[in-house]
């Protein structure tokens, strides 16, 4: 398990992030390749016009964002329009839908959260599988980011990736993961990454993540679930239009990769009836799951969950291990924002071991 601690402003710990990996460009240039090959299919003037775009905003909301980009960009010595597409690939497909020739490959995790009034082990717990390509299987890491001035948080991570591209949670002990929805409502704003990278470098509470996801333009195509050390879990399905918001003070919430809200659950983006069958039975496995639970989950029952295999879908997905533009779960985390810290596997979360993390 790959542990790198980053201190300074956002270009320092952008910059920090490649020359204490470089080791690793390798691996990160054959990432850039596969994306070089599906970006080929759109053309470039389209693509360095959305770049424009997007940078112009980032500029205005979260310059923070383009230091780190810059600063990983030059230390790897990678073009920094390389490092920003992939940050952005799944928004770029959402632009272009319903074209065929959008098909990049689509993280399919499942996240939920759980808080009770009382539990044998665990009152609040944040759970996230994380579903990618499986290239990115050995680039993971994870980050403790150190801002001057604000927050400290881990961030879990993928070398090459900015600001917190799956999940994190800060020393305040607020919790936050995303899952990817394909979606028919994205437009200019700021993309889950930067968005949860603001959240745990500033707040520590549910409202405040709730009320920011509120004030700032959103990219939209995917979902957020948070909770906090007091108890609070919520969810936000976002589009660039609309979010829908859920808060609760007990009880649980999931994500999979479909819309569920009736604000925004026709702006799902069907690409295949197998990928929504599975979103949905993914969903629908652990409702049952957290509905039936009384005192609350232990570390033992949530790891269970996480590794659940079905007959013909699963939460824990396996694949190929030699085919690196298939998907499959990478890795597994489960947050326990009263202790301020993670369980983390690497792998599958049926077979590896959990590891615990805390500041």
């Avoid at 905003?57 to 790897?76: E, N, R, V």
């Avoid at 600001?163 to 994205?186: E, F």
Wanted: glycine fraction near 8%; proline fraction near 3%.
């Amino acid at each position: 398990m790959l542990i790198v601690d980053l201190a300074g402003n956002h270009y320092e710990m952008g910059y920090q992030h490649g020359s204490k990996l470089i080791q690793y460009r390798p691996g990160l240039l054959r990432l850039i390749a596969e994306y070089r090959q599906m970006f080929a299919l759109y053309p470039h003037d389209v693509l360095n016009r959305i770049i424009d775009e997007v940078t112009d905003l980032l500029l205005i909301y979260s310059p923070q964002t383009l230091d780190m980009l810059k600063g990983i960009a030059d230390s790897f010595g990678v073009p920094l329009k390389d490092i920003f597409l992939i940050r952005i690939a799944s928004y770029i497909e959402d632009r272009f839908s319903p074209s065929p020739k959008s098909q990049n490959q689509d993280g399919e995790c499942t996240t939920w959260a759980i808080s009770t009034q009382k539990s044998r082990q665990n009152r609040i717990i944040l759970a996230k599988n994380r579903d990618f390509l499986i290239l990115i299987k050995g680039l993971q890491v994870i980050f403790r980011c150190k801002t001057k001035g604000q927050l400290e948080y881990f961030s879990i991570n993928s070398i090459g990736s900015c600001n917190v591209s799956s999940s994190g949670i800060n020393a305040a002990g607020l919790a936050i993961a995303d899952t990817r929805v394909p979606s028919l409502d994205a437009g200019l704003g700021l993309p889950r990454f930067s968005l949860m990278m603001h959240i745990l470098e500033n707040f520590s509470s549910v409202r405040e993540t709730i009320d920011f996801l509120k004030s700032v333009p959103r990219m939209g195509g995917g979902n957020l679930i948070f909770a906090d050390a007091k108890g609070n879990i919520g969810k936000a399905e976002v589009g660039f239009e609309s979010v829908e918001i859920t808060q609760k003070g007990l009880g649980y919430v999931v994500s999979t990769n479909h819309f569920e809200g009736p604000s925004i659950r026709e702006k799902y983006r069907k690409k295949g009836e197998e990928e929504e069958k599975h979103s949905k039975y993914r969903y629908e496995r652990v409702t049952q799951t957290l509905s039936n639970v009384s005192e609350g989950m232990d570390l033992d029952a949530a790891i269970k969950l996480m590794s659940h295999h079905g007959e013909k879908f699963a939460i824990c997905r396996h694949s190929s291990i030699t085919g690196s533009k298939e998907t499959a779960t990478i890795s597994s985390t489960i947050f326990l924002p009263e202790r301020r810290g993670f369980y983390h596997c690497e792998g599958f979360p049926c077979e590896e071991i959990f590891q615990w993390i805390s500041f």
